[in-house]
């Protein structure tokens, strides 16, 4: 039988902690950015528009300046041998991010991740940030995600991981919840500081 395990991208597999962020004080854009973030929480736009807002302050800038900031970003300690354990354990993984694909992409591609889904910055033919972003996971949307992948491998056992807000909707989904080093009001099955305490509480989930 197979198992599915789902897991938050920042904070959760790579010390950054938000992409959005990182990027407007890269580009300089952040000022701007933190009103279109406040306009977000206030519910005056949806998560769609506020990628796309967001993005269009980057028109003009690169896929090499995106993918120097991917190259920066830093795996969290022991985020390989978790994905290790699981392939040995034969569980299914996938990477639910409301931040940016280029990076979501290649933590993936790293860790071997079977699926990952995020939001897509639309490049045009020479490489330039357009403005315009395919939203795939907005910021409430992971349950959903999760729910379609239930629906699709019948897992004996789901497990989602993450570390914020965003999350809450993939753990609810999830047979059992693992809140990593969680903001304040995010609560899991578990509270755990590091991976290797999910492998911990996955082996025990296994074992039992």
């Known amino acids: 039988m197979v198992r599915l395990a789902a897991f938050d991208l920042k904070g959760t597999l790579v010390k950054s902690v938000s992409g959005w ?8 854009t952040w000022e701007k950015g933190k009103e279109y973030a406040e306009m977000f929480f206030e519910g005056r ?5 506020w990628a796309e807002l967001d993005a269009s302050l980057w028109k003009g800038h ?10 920066s970003v830093e795996f969290m300690e ?23 694909m280029c990076l979501a992409r290649k933590i993936a591609d790293d860790l071997g991740a079977d699926y990952v889904f ?10 330039f940030i357009t403005g315009k972003v395919i939203p795939q996971v907005d910021f409430v949307g992971k349950g959903s995600i999760l729910r379609a992948l239930k629906e699709e491998l019948s897992p004996e056992l789901t497990v989602a991981v993450g570390d914020g ?7 609810a989904e999830a047979d059992v919840s693992i809140a990593i080093n969680p903001h304040e009001g995010v609560e899991g099955d578990h509270v755990v500081e ?4 999910v492998i911990e509480i996955i082996g025990g989930l296994i074992e039992g």
Not at 45 to 49: E, F, G, H, P, V
């Open 21 to 28: 962020i990182e990027l407007h004080k890269k580009f300089g």
């Open 45 to 49: 736009i949806d998560y769609a528009t």
């Open 62 to 71: 690169t896929r090499e300046e995106i993918f120097e900031w991917v190259g």
């Open 78 to 100: 022991g985020a390989y041998e978790l994905f290790d354990f699981l392939r040995e354990n034969n569980f299914k993984t996938a990477i639910l991010s409301s931040g940016l």
């Open 118 to 127: 995020a939001n897509e910055l639309v490049f045009d033919e020479n490489g």
């Open 165 to 171: 807000y965003n999350d809450l909707s993939m753990f």
């Open 194 to 197: 590091n991976l290797h305490e």
